[in-house]
């Protein structure tokens, strides 16, 4: 089993508040993992430091074998990291299909001495970028809508065009912040069905923060939960929710010990 | 009723103080002498009045406009109310205005020593030479039907129908353009394109043949502003960078020339014009990357400021007393010579014109292949969203250094052209107002838009010159002009259009020819959803 992706005593702190504290994490090539946990748990924060927006302050990211703590989120992106946003963040006044051409960014190689003088090699380049592009703008269903201005698409298509725009620097590893979050429930549904074939479609391993239970049951391989910045489980969908310690996060002392005791009746 | 008549009274207020302020600098006077001037060919007294008259009433159509404007629940007769409200207040106002002044100029007070503009005559003629009171009556009369006139002039235009109609007609002519079949064979056979380009090309350079020697020069004032709009087009329009000091790079640029072609300075250094061009716009770029370094990380405001000082440093540099051994100090430098091709002379308005031109055509074409490329694809994430845009790979540093560079080197040809033309560049030519009449430029025109550029210009640069009587009012004017222009149109004249990628391609492509949807995935978005 290859490992994509695997965090090592990770911890960021801002002042005096840990954020992420001595999280180890390890996903497996191809496969969908999720990080839930309550609100403020530091998913979030978890996602900035593997992207490199934020620098762990302990402990070490490791993608595909070699460390990448310390590398400028351009960079990460270009080894093969691409993220969406919990709150949508597309470039509004460009068109759905220039969204997906800056997601080819770190593929394209022209410079732009070349760009001036149209060289063949940087027209071949952009045919083929455009080509992707609109391969791309298929695969999430988007067909005919490529000469909108991001701003001006529907909600759900948003979402599924900022995942076409990460899917555009061909990631090995995908990271999806909330994908389902203020979508209906026919959209979920979509967005769930569009998840899970993503591995086997494409060969890429996803790495998602959702709120949605019936989503994250539904589509991980691995669940970890994150609570006050700590780790305090991780296991398949069914382990998850029959840990006492996740469903004490979640709802609070006493249902969990409610639950304990019909866990420890049941056994 | 109340909010209708609510509404009118404040514009006419408001229009009020503007006939009184617009009175106070004596632009009355101006506007009347340059209408005057302009139909009939003598202004004698009448004239003078009649043109006062047909601006008064101008104003007064405006205000009853803005008066008639419907509110929720208004009735016609309630706007048409509105609009004799709006234009009885704005009389009012004046009226009273006109008594209080006639008053202070029946007592013998001289204004003037407050206010420059309120000599006798001045008031005399805003109050038609008439005695205080009869003057303020006709006011109120005469704005008061004025009011009334817009108002049913606005009611029968229909709201807003004249932006509106603008935009119609825009995208109309854009869109019926697109779908003719001349230009689907242009857009489809690049060598047609590459013709109807070819003759585009022919025609301006034919352009300054055809002009006498004041046009060409005014044009190429002109073409020197749309040359520096381009440039700053890519810092601001595209990058989104907020640059405030770029009349530094063309300083640059024009400095780079004067210093090495003119006799009077560094003599030992003395070059000819081409060598010493190239050098002034590759030393500009590398102005632009060296001011680019250390604000790589500012954003926003911080980045205006710094960029504001940033200009104002190499201005105070260049007057210094430090520096005028070699630089001229407020003298600046004389005698920059121009350049020759083949032993011929290419100084005259009309040479330096093509020249402009040329370098226009240039800058467009450097543009447009930046703007299809990843590099000005890289430069508008950034304006968008520079977060995001790291996050998707661009490296922000060498994009924004680029940006800086590109636009440092127009706005070096710039100067290059403007200093070799004028034989002299000093000090004042490079002064802040520079930077934001270029900033200007491209606000009205729209940003990142490179027809925008071109009607930025002559709004902004060609208007003035052709209204030369206004000069005193130039920057009043600009400033009126910015205000409305980003209240009534934030986009600027000529936005930019995002290419059409999706739809063109597609026609051309075979659509067996992408790879079939994978199963699972959703239909497109139905139109529907879209609304």
């Known amino acids: 089993m290859n490992v994509t992706l695997e965090t090592r005593a990770l911890t960021k702190r801002f002042g005096g508040l840990v954020a992420v504290s001595q999280v180890d994490l390890v996903i497996p090539e191809k496969s969908i993992a999720s990080v839930i946990g309550p609100n403020g748990a530091g998913k979030t924060t978890f996602f900035n430091c593997i992207t490199g927006f934020y620098t762990p302050e302990e402990g070490d990211i490791l993608f595909n074998g070699t460390s990448i703590v310390g590398f400028t989120p351009d960079r990460i992106t270009t080894l093969g990291i691409a993220r969406t946003y919990q709150n949508i963040r597309l470039f509004p006044n460009m068109s759905a299909f220039e969204n997906i051409l800056v997601g080819e960014h770190p593929r394209l190689k022209s410079t732009w001495p070349e760009a001036i003088l149209h060289t063949g090699r940087q027209q071949r380049e952009e045919a083929a970028a455009l080509k992707e592009a609109r391969r791309l703008l298929r695969f999430v269903g988007l067909t005919g809508l490529g000469d909108q201005l991001a701003r001006n698409l529907p909600y759900g298509a948003q979402r599924r065009l900022e995942i076409a725009r990460a899917l555009g620097s061909s990631p090995k590893l995908l990271l999806l912040d909330e994908p389902t979050a203020g979508m209906n429930m026919q959209e979920t549904a979509e967005m769930i069905h569009f998840i899970r074939m993503l591995p086997e479609e494409i060969g890429i391993t996803v790495l998602l923060i959702e709120h949605d239970m019936r989503v994250v049951m539904s589509i991980s391989d691995q669940i970890s939960v994150l609570d006050y910045g700590e780790k305090i489980a991780e296991g398949s969908p069914v382990e998850i929710q029959r840990n006492p310690r996740v469903i004490e996060a979640y709802l609070g002392r006493g249902a969990a010990s409610g639950l304990d005791n019909t866990e420890a009746e049941a056994a | ?531």
């Open chain 2, 1 to 531: 009723m109340r909010p209708t008549i609510r509404n009118a009274i404040i514009s006419g207020i408001v229009f009020g103080l503007i006939v009184i302020l617009m009175d106070l600098i004596g632009l009355f006077e101006t506007l009347s002498d340059i209408l005057a001037g302009f139909i009939f060919d003598k202004p004698t007294e009448q004239t003078l009045l009649a043109s006062l008259v047909f601006i008064l009433v101008l104003m007064g159509m405006w205000a009853g406009a803005r008066g008639a404007q419907p509110l929720e629940s208004s009735t016609r007769y309630k706007e048409r109310l509105g609009a004799l409200t709006a234009g009885f207040t704005t009389g009012l106002i004046v009226a009273v205005f006109v008594i209080i002044i006639g008053a202070i100029n029946a007592q013998g007070i001289d204004m003037r020593k407050y206010l420059a503009q309120m000599s006798p005559d001045s008031i005399e003629f805003f109050l038609f030479g008439k005695p205080p009171l009869t003057a303020a009556l006709i006011y109120i009369l005469l704005f008061t039907a004025a009011g009334l006139a817009g108002g049913l002039v606005s009611l029968l235009l229909g709201r807003g129908r004249l932006s509106r109609g603008y935009e119609k007609l825009r995208t109309q002519l854009l869109t019926s353009w697109e779908t003719t079949s001349l230009a689907r064979r242009i857009n489809q056979f690049t060598y047609t394109q590459q013709v109807v380009y070819g003759v585009l090309v022919v025609l301006a350079l034919a352009l300054p043949f055809t002009l006498g020697q004041y046009w060409n020069f005014t044009l190429g004032t002109v073409g020197i502003y749309v040359l520096m709009g381009l440039g700053i087009n890519i810092v601001v329009g595209l990058a989104g960078l907020l640059d405030l000091g770029y009349v530094a790079f063309f300083a640059v640029g024009a400095y780079t020339v004067g210093l090495l072609t003119s006799p009077q300075q560094l003599s030992m250094f003395q070059i000819s014009f081409w060598p010493a061009a190239i050098l002034g716009i590759i030393i500009a770029a590398i102005t632009g990357i060296i001011l680019g370094i250390p604000v790589l990380r500012l954003r926003g405001d911080y980045l205006a400021i710094v960029t504001l000082g940033f200009g104002e440093i190499i201005r105070i540099l260049i007057r210094s007393d430090l520096l005028s051994d070699y630089l001229g100090g407020p003298q600046g430098i004389r005698d920059i010579s121009g350049p020759s091709l083949f032993g011929v002379s290419l100084t005259s308005d009309r040479a330096y014109m093509i020249m402009i031109i040329l370098s226009i055509l240039l800058a467009i074409f450097v543009t447009i292949r930046f703007q299809e490329s990843r590099v000005g694809r890289s430069w508008i994430a950034m304006r968008e969203d520079e977060t995001v845009a790291q996050a998707m790979g661009i490296n922000t540093y060498t994009s924004k250094l680029m940006a800086f560079a590109v636009g440092a080197a127009f706005a070096g040809l710039g100067g290059v052209l403007f200093a070799s033309r004028n034989q002299y560049i000093g000090p004042e030519d490079a002064n802040l107002l520079v930077s934001i009449n270029v900033l200007a430029v491209v606000i009205v025109g729209g940003m990142g838009s490179i027809p925008g550029v071109f009607v930025g210009a002559f709004v902004l640069k060609g208007l003035p010159e052709i209204l030369r009587q206004l000069q005193d009012y130039r920057i009043l004017a600009f400033g009126a002009l910015l205000v409305v222009f980003m209240i009534v149109r934030p986009e600027g004249l000529w936005p930019s259009k995002r290419r059409r990628l999706e739809m063109r391609e597609t026609d051309l492509e075979e659509e067996a020819d992408s790879p079939p949807i994978p199963p699972g995935t959703t239909p497109p978005v139905s139109e529907e959803s879209l609304s």
